[in-house]
C-alpha cells in the first residue's frame, strides 16, 4: 500500500481558544498516520520490532505549510505516504484536506530506523531500511 487515508474529525480538545486546531496536534496526526500506514501495510511498530529487531523510528525533521485554518467540527482526511528512502533515512508525507476538497496542510517527517546498540551513548543506531520492508511501499525510486 503506496499510502493510507483515515479520518479526522476536529474536537474541542483539538482547538485553541478561538476554536482553530492548535498546531501540535497536527503533529500528533502525522504520527498517528505513520503508524497506521506501517499497520496498513502489515508492519505494525510490535511486527518491526519481533521480526527485525527495530526498536524505534525517531524523528529527525519535521515541517508543515498550512493553507487553510482547520476548526472546531471541521471533518477532516489525512493520507500518508512514504515519498523517499534515502540511505537510512525516510521522508514520510502527510496531506490534511476538508471534507469540501480545500487542502489544509502539508507536511513531512523525515525518520529513521533504530536498533539497539549498548556499545553506543545513546543506546541505539540508524540502520538501512530493510530491502522487504521498502518493497512492502511500492518502487520509489
Request: proline share 4%; net charge negative.
Amino acid at each position: 500500500m503506496k499510502e493510507f487515508t483515515s479520518g479526522i474529525r476536529v474536537e474541542w480538545a483539538h482547538c485553541d481558544y478561538a476554536g482553530i486546531v492548535f498546531y501540535p496536534n497536527f503533529y500528533t496526526w502525522f504520527d498517528q498516520g505513520t503508524e497506521r500506514l506501517f499497520r496498513a501495510n502489515g508492519l505494525s511498530y510490535t511486527d518491526l520490532a519481533e521480526k527485525y529487531g527495530i526498536d524505534g523510528i525517531p524523528l529527525l525533521e519535521t515541517g508543515t505549510t498550512y493553507r487553510n485554518a482547520c476548526k472546531l467540527g471541521a471533518e477532516l482526511t489525512i493520507t500518508s505516504r512514504i515519498d523517499a528512502w534515502e540511505g537510512k533515512t525516510f521522508l514520510v508525507k502527510h496531506r490534511i484536506v476538508h471534507a469540501d476538497g480545500r487542502e489544509a496542510l502539508e507536511g513531512f517527517e523525515r525518520r529513521i530506523f533504530v536498533v539497539k546498540d549498548p556499545a553506543l551513548e545513546r543506546g541505539i543506531r540508524a540502520i538501512a531500511p530493510p530491502d522487504d520492508i521498502r518493497a512492502r511501499f511500492g518502487d520509489l525510486n
